[in-house]
């Protein structure tokens, strides 16, 4: 993948926050399944990681899901109609918002559950000379999970082709860090010989800059690479569960990705891309919801006999 144009990036991130924006206000109206974790605010984390993906490889995500789902090159409606439980849906209509898998794309709601999937994912990978890579989301709060650090240790022991990305938001549902993390992220990985590296901005550039160097040595070959990127949420953990000030919020306003990259576009190009992903945005809520439910005749006798 070659530079990115200030415009792509943009767009990457804005139908990203649109998809978000209006998942949150449709929500109360009941149309949706389960529950949702929105990406707003994390934007330019899943853009400017995911620019260096190659068509083969591998992505794993967590609960946090639509936007690394997005930026992957998944499509808006077949994500809506997830939502939604309709038949058209990434999964049929059965994964609902934490659970999509669709091409190389994997995304499972039990946190810290995902590393040693992607490790695992990684030996295989590494075992079939394949060249593929394998991308694994995490938050900060996933740390506090036991099977991340045994996944840390054999992908550095093995060698492994994969890249750990940590989307430290701050918070783990409603615990800030401070309160869940002893001693520092990056110390996690130093203590298994992975590398690692920290963006401390939310600036696309610089995490875009940032990750094609940890991309690089993953593909090198040499074993996995860490990539800390320093970020918030401006939107609840899920829906209505807020606990934080709001006065907090604020001041990381002047965080938004969305925000800083807007200044590099000319105006009117600007407004053209706004005008195009809000067309996208109501275009595929709209088919969504015309679509069919997911049909429970078509799960398959094996899983419904299943003891
Ligand atoms: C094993 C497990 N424990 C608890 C939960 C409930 N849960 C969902 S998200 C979350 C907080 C996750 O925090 P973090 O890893 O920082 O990710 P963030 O939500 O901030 O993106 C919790 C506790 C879960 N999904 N899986
Ligand atoms: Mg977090």
């Known amino acids: 993948m070659g530079q990115a144009s200030h415009e792509e990036l943009y767009r990457g991130m ?35 990681v995911l620019h260096w993906l190659n068509a083969e490889d591998i992505v794993v995500s967590n609960h946090r899901c639509h936007g690394h789902f997005l930026a992957y090159g ?31 794309f994997y995304a499972n709601g039990i946190l810290g559950g995902t590393v040693p999937l992607a490790t695992g994912m990684a030996l295989a990978e590494k075992l079939a000379a394949s060249g593929r890579i394998i991308f694994s989301f ?4 996933t740390l506090g999970e036991g099977v991340v650090y045994e996944s840390f240790n054999m992908a550095a022991l093995w060698q492994l082709p994969v890249l750990f990305v940590v989307e430290n938001n701050r918070y783990a549902q409603s615990t800030p860090i401070e309160r869940n993390l002893a001693g520092t992220i990056e ?23 940032s990750a094609q160097k940890a991309i690089a040595r993953v593909r090198s070959g040499t074993g996995p690479a860490a ?8 939107a609840p953990h899920s829906k209505g569960d ?3 000030d709001p006065a907090e919020i604020e001041r990381y306003r002047e965080l938004d990705p969305l925000t800083i990259h807007a200044e590099r576009i000319e105006p009117a190009e600007r407004s053209r891309i706004e005008q195009d992903v809000e067309q996208e945005v109501a275009a ?10 997911a049909d429970p005749g078509t799960i398959t006798p094996a899983l419904v006999e299943a003891p």
């Open 14 to 48: 804005l139908r990203i926050r649109r998809f978000e924006e209006t998942v949150l206000e449709q929500f109360p109206r009941g149309e949706f399944y389960g529950t949702t974790h929105t990406y707003i605010g994390q934007e330019a984390d899943a853009v400017g």
């Open 74 to 104: 998944g499509s808006m409606h077949g994500l809506a109609a997830e939502l939604m439980g309709r038949a058209s849906g990434v999964c049929g209509g059965r994964g609902g918002s934490q659970h999509l898998q669709w091409r190389a």
């Open 138 to 141: 995490i938050g900060d709060g």
């Open 187 to 209: 110390g996690r990985f130093e203590a298994f010989g992975i590398p690692v590296d920290t963006v401390e901005t939310t600036d696309v550039l610089t995490i875009l800059e």
């Open 227 to 234: 990539l800390v990127i320093q970020t918030y949420r401006f």
């Open 242 to 244: 807020d606990t934080r």
């Open 284 to 293: 595929a809520f709209e088919a969504a919801r015309a679509d069919p439910p």
